[in-house]
C-alpha cells in the first residue's frame, strides 16, 4: 500500500505559478510511475502529466505541454509539477496516483492521493 498526500494547491492570478509536490507517507516509490490528473468541477478526470521511476519516459497532455514540467526525487519519494503561467481553465482539483506501470489512464493506477485544489482566476 502506497498512501501519497499532495500539497502545494491554492488561489493564483492567472500568469501565477504554483508547484505540487507529491509525497509518498508509507513506502516508498520506489519502482512506480506517477502521474498527475485533475478534475474540474462537473468535469471528467484528466490525465496531466507523468514520470517514470527512472524519468525516462514523461509524458504531458497537450493542453499543459510548455507551460507545465513534471519531475521528480526518488531520495525524497516526492514528485513535483511546476505550473506556469497558469490559466482559469487550470482550474481543478489535482491529484497524484501510482503504477507500476504508467500511462495516460486513470485506470492503470492503483494508488490515489486525496488532492489539491487549484483556482486560478482571471
Known amino acids: 500500500q502506497v498512501q501519497l498526500v499532495e500539497s502545494g494547491g491554492g488561489l493564483v492570478q492567472a500568469g501565477d505559478s504554483l508547484r505540487l509536490s507529491c509525497a509518498a507517507s508509507t513506502r516508498t516509490l520506489s519502482g512506480y510511475a506517477v502521474g498527475w490528473f485533475r478534475q474540474a468541477p462537473g468535469k471528467e478526470r484528466e490525465f496531466v502529466a507523468t514520470i517514470s521511476w527512472r524519468v525516462t519516459r514523461i509524458n504531458y497532455a497537450d493542453s499543459v505541454k510548455g507551460r507545465f514540467t513534471i519531475s521528480r526525487d526518488n531520495a525524497k519519494n516526492t514528485v513535483y509539477l511546476q505550473m506556469n503561467s497558469l490559466k482559469p481553465e487550470d482550474t481543478a482539483v489535482y491529484y497524484c496516483?501510482?503504477?507500476?506501470?504508467?500511462?495516460?489512464?486513470?485506470?492503470?493506477?492503483?494508488?490515489w492521493g486525496q488532492g489539491t485544489q487549484v483556482t486560478v482566476s482571471s
Open positions: 496516483a501510482a503504477s507500476s506501470k504508467g500511462g495516460v489512464s486513470g485506470r492503470e493506477y492503483y494508488y
